[in-house]
């Protein structure tokens, strides 16, 4: 059976009683939106909150149950305070994502970040947000380029090597603009219109982390992270066996093996896009809404696993495996029934069905004097991962 | 807190320590790196010794070396020798040099390999220290445990009478060092079981040490009691021997530490405001396992002054925490190089509230919140600068008073 979902037996119930909350206890999203987007909290009791769109209520949060049991609460923001005192960071954080017309993994990130680089998270936060903006856009820069190089050897074939350390020439320059007026009757488009076409589309897979050409774009990056903690996982296991924690690493190390899985496949069928640019920019004009979601899925499947990874390898806790998987246990995000669309016949529906329950040990250091820290060390995940 | 310079018969030693005593935090940490760099630290140690709780709270990073290594899973029940008492789950102070001296004729070439091993680290080296403390304390426990009274037995002060009992304890304890230290410094309660399983192999070996053991146990992890308590009755595998009389006894000792004078006071003055909220919960759930509803009446009394001075003790804490780590800071030092200074103010701003959070579980709340809304006030009216810009401010307040009060700053209630 293939692990989905991370269940966790209640161990503190004395932490739970005072929450008059309604629990959902058997949930399955049909669909990644419905699933929810996940939000880099800084406010302990919320980790692991994801956030949808809501009818009646404009947004509404989806939390792990706190005390380690099954189920999820979903809540409005009213709940939210209810269950905890949420940050100044996680106030604005939700004010301002409750405003975004489309809720996507990219556009909570570009938020998230945002509030970063106004010092809200902490000082090391708001140099990470900017250090990271600038990055951002010399990344969609040089993609653009090489996006334009990529039609340029489409059009004209010469064996050039599109990759990151080419430099600009004129000679380069004449040869794009060239192709560009070339390819315009075939995609029956201006070339400026072109030119504009191409931008947007190097910014969705810059934006999106899929830029195929750099050393390490985000999403691969982050398959790699992934793909790093399950050896770490297994090693570990093997090294110092654990029975209580056994199963509940076993099960993670299935749950990752299963995401990378869906990731590799996803992430090909984008890349694969670009395979012919003159069809993507063809396509592009036709039916944008297509490109964008194809070029978004592999961001939309990932969703949650930046906070598991930046949790596992957070220098405080990467000497002890054991109390990383307690904590990530509840974290893991649920495959919803919509992949098997996405990935046609890359995934078996086993693959949905949840799969066993651990012990929650570390919940208690979520509250009392110990939540200080924790707030501070989530600040400290944001500065790692803004 | 006010405490003796020395209880020394050697008025040169008594007028050096008093002159310590009143020494600023940066000239006593340049002596004790000097008194470490020492080969031989003498009477240099007696000199310090009323200094440990401020070094407790300052935390030098001092070197690592096999002497220190060998004794540090015994830290908590180190005890002066002036208040040692034989029978008594503690350890005083004196031994340790004999003890030490044991250990290294028993290891003869190995104990360079360790030597190696730790060198050019301090005892914050954590890991380290328990690769290392691997080589040496399962030696050092049988070397210690067989061993005959060592020659120097008398500078300890102590009756030859007193060695047999003590190098058992010592040695039983340090053969189960790797194990209890592995126990302990997961930051999760151990398993039952194998609390179990250790106090067997510790009771079949050296009963006596029990108590020792659990002293050790439960002053770092105060909930292991209850576990305690439940196999307390059962007898050890083969014997007519339960845990039951070295609870008590151990009860007895952590209860006997805790009334001692300034003992609560040193444990909440002597830790830095990073770690005295930690601090707090654990002196405040061992009391709580102490003076639980099952003990006997007297010692709930006894159980309820101990609170009294640990409530007191919070609040004076607190308040010397907030002036000297946060307000004095706040309106001199923003200007000051090196580490991020609202980063540090930040950092003391948490320790306050973990404190103060831990702190209304021993006694009222009022005094926080009005000494925490003044500091927030403080923040407020600081003038903004380079070193201080209002995500800075806001982020102060939320520390301190919540979120709520933040937001309203942010959005210009204030």
């Not at chain 1, 990935?343 to 949905?352: C, E, F, K, R, Y």
């Not at chain 2, 240099?44 to 540090?72: C, G, H, N, V, Y």
């Not at chain 2, 925490?372 to 380079?386: K, N, S």
């Amino acid at each position: 059976m293939v692990a989905n979902e991370i269940f966790t037996q209640a161990r503190h119930p004395t932490y739970v009683a005072d929450i008059n909350l309604p629990l959902t206890q058997s949930y399955h999203p049909s669909s990644f939106v419905e699933r929810g987007v996940a939000i880099p909290v800084t406010t302990p009791a919320l980790l692991g909150a994801r956030m949808r769109p809501a009818q009646r209520t404009g947004t509404e949060f989806i939390i792990p149950n706190p005390s380690g049991g099954r189920g999820v609460y979903i809540l409005d923001w009213g709940g939210v305070r209810q269950l905890c005192r949420p940050t100044v960071h996680d106030t604005l954080l939700h004010q301002r994502v409750g405003r975004l017309p489309n809720m996507t993994p990219s556009g909570v990130r570009q938020i998230a970040r945002e509030i970063a680089g106004e010092g809200l998270a902490g000082r090391d936060a708001r140099r990470a947000a900017d250090a990271a903006a600038q990055a951002d856009a010399k990344r969609v820069l040089l993609a653009n380029f090489l996006l334009l190089m990529t039609l340029v050897e489409q059009v004209e074939p010469t064996g050039m090597v599109v990759q990151e350390a080419m430099k600009r020439t004129p000679e380069l320059e004449l040869r794009a603009r060239q192709a560009i007026r070339q390819i315009a009757p075939r995609v029956s488009a201006h070339p400026t219109a072109i030119a504009a076409d191409l931008e947007v589309l190097a910014s969705l897979f810059a934006h999106g982390g899929l830029d195929p050409w750099g050393q390490s774009p985000r999403l691969i990056r982050l398959v790699a992270r992934m793909r790093d903690f399950r050896d770490r996982l297994i090693r570990d296991a093997q090294q110092t066996p654990d029975e209580a924690r056994g199963g509940l690493a076993a099960s993670l190390v299935t749950s990752i093996a299963t995401f990378i899985r869906c990731a590799e496949i996803l992430i090909a069928k984008a890349h694969g896009r670009l395979a012919d640019v003159v069809g993507l920019l063809g396509a592009w004009h036709a039916t944008p809404a297509d490109i964008q979601t194809t070029i978004a899925r592999p961001d939309w499947l990932l969703d949650g696993w930046e906070q598991i990874c930046l949790l596992a390898e957070d220098p405080a806790s990467v000497h002890d495996s054991h109390a990383v998987i307690e904590e990530v246990a509840q974290l893991v995000p649920l495959l919803p029934r919509e992949a098997m669309e996405w990935l046609g016949g890359g995934l078996t529906p086993d693959a949905l069905e949840p799969s066993q329950r651990a012990m929650e040990q570390a919940m208690p250091r979520r509250h009392g004097g110990a939540s200080f820290g924790l707030v501070a060390r989530n600040e400290k995940l944001r500065a790692m991962g803004v | 807190m006010t405490r003796q310079p020395t209880r020394s018969s050697d008025p040169a030693i008594r007028a050096i320590s008093r002159t310590l005593m009143e020494a600023g935090d940066e000239r006593v940490l340049q002596i004790v790196r000097m008194i470490d760099g020492m080969a031989d630290r003498g009477l240099a140690d007696e000199m310090i010794a009323p200094l440990r709780p401020r070094l407790a709270r300052l935390r030098p990073p001092r070197p690592l070396t096999l002497d220190r290594l060998l004794f540090t899973i015994f830290d908590p029940i180190i005890v002066p020798v002036t208040r040692w008492r034989p029978g008594t789950a503690t350890l005083p102070r004196t031994v340790l040099r004999s003890l030490a001296a044991t250990t290294r004729a028993g290891l003869g070439s190995a104990a360079r390999a360790i030597e190696e091993t730790v060198k050019g680290h301090t005892v914050n080296d954590r890991d380290v220290a328990l690769e290392a403390g691997g080589l040496l304390w399962p030696g050092a426990g049988e070397i210690i445990f067989a061993a005959p009274a060592p020659l120097e037995w008398e500078t300890t002060g102590l009756n030859m009478s007193f060695y047999p009992p003590l190098a058992r304890v010592v040695g039983a304890l340090l053969t189960e060092a790797v194990t209890l230290e592995t126990m302990l410094s997961g930051g999760r309660d151990p398993d039952p079981r194998a609390i179990s399983a250790l106090l067997e192999r510790i009771g079949l070996r050296a009963p006596e040490a029990l108590p020792v053991a659990m002293v050790l146990l439960v002053t770092r992890a105060p909930s292991l009691i209850a576990s305690i308590a439940q196999m307390a009755a059962a007898k050890l595998v083969g014997s007519e021997v339960t845990l039951r009389p070295a609870l008590d006894q151990a009860i007895e000792t952590l209860t006997a530490q805790l009334e001692q004078a300034d003992a609560v006071e040193e444990r909440i003055h002597s830790v830095s405001l990073a770690d005295v909220g930690s601090a707090v919960r654990r002196v405040s759930m061992l009391l709580q396992q102490l003076g639980d509803d099952s003990a006997p009446a007297p010692r709930r009394e006894r159980i309820k002054a101990i609170r009294r001075q640990l409530d007191a003790s919070c609040r004076s804490r607190f308040a010397d925490g907030l002036t000297t780590d946060f307000i004095a800071p706040l309106r001199s030092n923003l200007g000051v190089a090196g580490d991020d200074p609202v980063e540090r103010l930040e950092d003391a701003a948490r320790g306050l509230r973990a404190l103060e959070t831990e702190a209304r579980g021993v006694g009222g709340g009022e005094t926080y919140d009005k000494l925490l809304r003044q500091a927030a006030e403080i923040v407020r009216q600081t003038p903004g600068a380079d070193a201080m810009g209002r995500a800075d401010k806001v982020r102060l307040v939320e520390i301190l008073v919540g979120p709520e009060a933040a937001l309203a700053m942010l959005e210009g209630v204030f």
